[in-house]
């Protein structure tokens, strides 16, 4: 089925900079794919239109691409947000059996079918307000049969909902209690985990948290190793309460992107420049637990590493499902030009999860695009917790 949009301000971001925007525009789909755009005067004659759309004079973006969360998970943590707000700090909980484990304990305890009706409301709220990819980490099992049915439940997310979903292993988040004292006995057991649970098509990419409060960075190369061995591509939470030289390991493991880095110093943004990592930034998580320490944003642009913004939503540090509010929190917080923090989350967000196939808008790419009734891209940023009022279309048809 081919379909033209038209009466649309596009806003492409085809080049490397500028927003791309074509005003009066047109875009005609076919297979879920743009097959062509540009302003409706340029139309060239006789495309073969099956039926025509038109978009009211709305803005349309490249559809959002959050590429940081951890979506599947039971409970929530209010009160550690109070003990937070009363003085103790994210690593006094975890150390006190708090934090990650609080949410391990609950997870395990709910039943796979309530796993993915959570799952499901949260990833729905989501595509409504403008997202088209997302990843989901698992992290909250932290034992097979519990990691396995938290990427069970992730996969279901993308065939339930008109989503694209890449879901990424993340047992190596925190040691769970069983292994009290054996942290790397635990990661044995993960890297034998691994090839299992890629086997049975659970795993796109494989994630985990390198600090003084999980694991160190030999125990995190372990794990990158048993990634690289079943074909994976890896990611790591780095540098997100200290320096660990997380991002250095991390891109000597070409991974897709190293996430947080608030901590991150000059030879880990040099690391990542060589190896074409990306930095995703997580406002949310850095305003949730009342971070101080910036991440070295200039640095990053000098050195010409792409910078991706994302949710992190999770009970602990980022329970966020606003996108929107990341991009302002993006550019208040982490002065982000409302033009990087876009880019953050559309094509940026897409070179974190490996997919060159979306994120702009131009013939070739899929056609994942939302209309906004914004005048101007930068008032996706400006908004705060206003939630336009989208349409949001997936590889062509309205979701
Ligand atoms: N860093 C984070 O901010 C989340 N995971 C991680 O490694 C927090 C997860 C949680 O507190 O539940
Ligand atoms: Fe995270």
Redesign the pocket.
């Known amino acids: 089925m081919s379909i033209l949009y038209r009466d649309a301000r596009l806003c492409t971001l085809a080049g490397p900079t500028g927003w791309g925007l074509v005003d009066d525009g047109a875009m005609l789909v076919d297979g879920g794919t743009l097959r062509w755009l540009g302003p409706a005067a340029a139309l060239p004659a006789g495309l073969p239109v099956e039926r025509e759309h038109r978009l009211g004079g709305a803005l349309v973006t490249p559809g959002l691409v959050d590429c940081h969360t951890?979506l599947v998970?039971a409970g929530q943590?209010a009160d550690e947000f109070e003990q937070r707000l009363r003085g103790a700090s994210?690593a006094a909980i975890a150390d006190a059996g708090g934090?990650?484990a609080a949410?391990v304990r609950a997870t395990r305890a709910a039943s796979e079918h309530e796993l993915l009706a959570a799952t499901r409301q949260r990833a729905l709220a989501l595509l409504r307000r403008g997202v088209t990819t997302l990843e989901i980490k698992s992290?909250?099992g932290l034992d097979l049969d519990h990691e396995a049915r938290c990427l069970r439940v992730a996969r279901r997310i993308g065939e339930l909902l008109p989503l694209s979903v890449r879901c990424t292993c993340?047992s190596a988040?925190t040691l769970p209690p069983e292994y009290a004292g054996r942290a790397d006995d635990y990661i044995d057991a993960v890297c034998a985990w691994l090839p299992r649970l890629a086997g049975a098509g659970l795993v796109d990419a494989v994630d985990a948290?390198c600090?003084h409060i999980?694991f160190d960075a030999a125990q995190v190369a372990r794990v990158f190793d048993a990634a690289r061995a079943a074909g994976l591509p890896v990611k790591l939470?780095a540098e997100?309460l200290s320096d660990q030289g997380g991002a250095q390991l991390a891109a000597r493991h070409g991974a897709l992107s190293c996430d947080?880095l608030e901590y991150l110093g000059p030879q880990g943004v040099a690391a990542m420049a060589a190896a074409g990592s990306v930095a995703v930034l997580?406002p949310g998580?850095f305003y949730f637990l009342r971070e101080t320490r910036l991440p070295p944003v200039q640095a990053l642009r000098e050195a010409g590493v792409a910078i991706a913004l994302a949710t992190?939503h999770?009970?602990?540090?980022?329970p966020t499902l606003d996108p929107l509010l990341m991009l302002n929190m993006g550019c208040t917080l982490f002065r982000l030009t409302p033009e990087e923090a876009v880019r953050g989350m559309t094509v940026h967000g897409a070179a974190a999860l490996g997919l060159r196939d979306r994120g702009r808008l131009c013939a070739g790419q899929r056609a994942d695009f939302v209309a906004w009734p914004l005048e101007h891209p930068n008032e996706l940023c400006y908004w705060i917790g206003q939630q336009p009022a989208c349409r949001v279309y997936v590889a062509g048809e309205e979701a």
């Open positions: 951890h998970y943590r994210y934090g990650i949410t992290g909250y993340l988040h948290f600090e999980a939470h997100q947080h997580l998580a992190d999770n009970p602990g540090t980022s």
